[in-house]
């Protein structure tokens, strides 16, 4: 079961990284018409999609779809949610700001102030608890740089 669990991992990771750079090859292909959406299918035969809407006043909804329904599905999907969960993929979210805003200054302002909100969110602890964010958004790719 641990060896499924750790297989799952580094797949998952593996097609995480290669989604990235798929994404990053197909913005840039891409004109810029910035109405047009990411394409959510930039993993070749996924089996599924969390979707997080939101709206500047704060509200937000999150959408699942799957198009499979087997153990391998349900395993994969839990995993990915633990990591989100406890922040394991705080590094991806920090990668898809900075693969989104490259070469644009006003994206690459826009994302370096959502990373220092996030920033701030990491230090302020939960009143009803102690319990921190699992990665300080800063710590990756050396933005502790970012001014």
């Not at 920090?94 to 102030?113: H, I, Q, Y």
Request: charged residues 35%; hydrophobic residues 40%.
């Amino acid at each position: 079961m641990l060896n499924l669990l750790i297989k799952s991992y580094r797949k998952l990771i593996g097609d995480l990284s290669r989604a990235q750079l798929d994404q990053h090859q197909l913005d840039s292909e891409k004109s810029d018409d910035e109405s047009k959406e990411i394409e959510p299918e930039a993993l070749e035969n996924n089996c599924g999609h969390f979707f997080i809407y939101f709206r500047e006043d704060g509200e937000f909804a999150v959408a699942s779809d799957f198009t499979r329904h087997d153990d391998e599905v349900i395993d994969i999907s839990a995993l990915l949610l633990h990591m989100i969960n406890s922040g394991n993929l705080a590094e991806y979210f920090v990668k898809s700001l900075k693969v989104w805003a490259e070469g644009d200054v006003d994206k690459e302002t826009f994302a370096k102030e959502v990373i220092k909100e996030w920033k701030k969110l990491f230090y302020t602890k939960n009143e009803d608890s102690d319990i921190l964010l699992a990665v300080d958004p800063s710590d990756v790719f050396g933005l502790k740089r970012m001014k």
